[in-house]
């Protein structure tokens, strides 16, 4: 993986992931937005402006790819790169849950 673009995605916004992690299937913005509402139990809502400069960026840099348009929708799915992104983020999470885990700050 390039340099440059793990400087720019590690560690991801809480965005950025759900997006990426939508596009591990095929969606189109409101679908994933729609998505991402009930992953996170309404705690995160994106609103468009996010939505499509994320795809747009993610899709500069090769994270994501269009598939298909249907009806002024246009599609979307993570590229290798991109789901090599998230991986190196799903580790991170986890390794941050775990090292909480348990943990009780006492400061």
Same mark, same amino acid.
């Given at each position: ?33 729609? %998505? &991402?509402? @009930?992953?996170?139990?309404?705690? &995160? &809502? ?18 994501? %790819? ?21 991986? +190196?983020?799903?580790? %991170? +999470? @986890? %390794? ?12």
């Amino acid at each position: 993986m390039d340099e440059k673009i793990r400087r720019i995605y590690c560690p991801m916004t809480e965005s950025g992931f759900y997006i990426l992690f939508c596009l591990q299937n095929e969606m189109h913005g409101y679908d994933i937005t729609r %998505r &991402v509402r @009930e992953l996170s139990g309404g705690e &995160v &809502v994106i609103s468009p402006g996010t939505m499509y400069g994320s795809l747009s960026k993610m899709e500069k840099d090769g994270l994501i %790819r269009p598939t298909r348009e249907e009806d002024k929708r246009k599609f979307y799915r993570a590229t290798e790169l991109g789901l090599q992104v998230l991986a +190196i983020e799903m580790l %991170r +999470i @986890e %390794r941050l849950y775990q090292n909480s885990k348990g943990e009780i700050w006492n400061g």
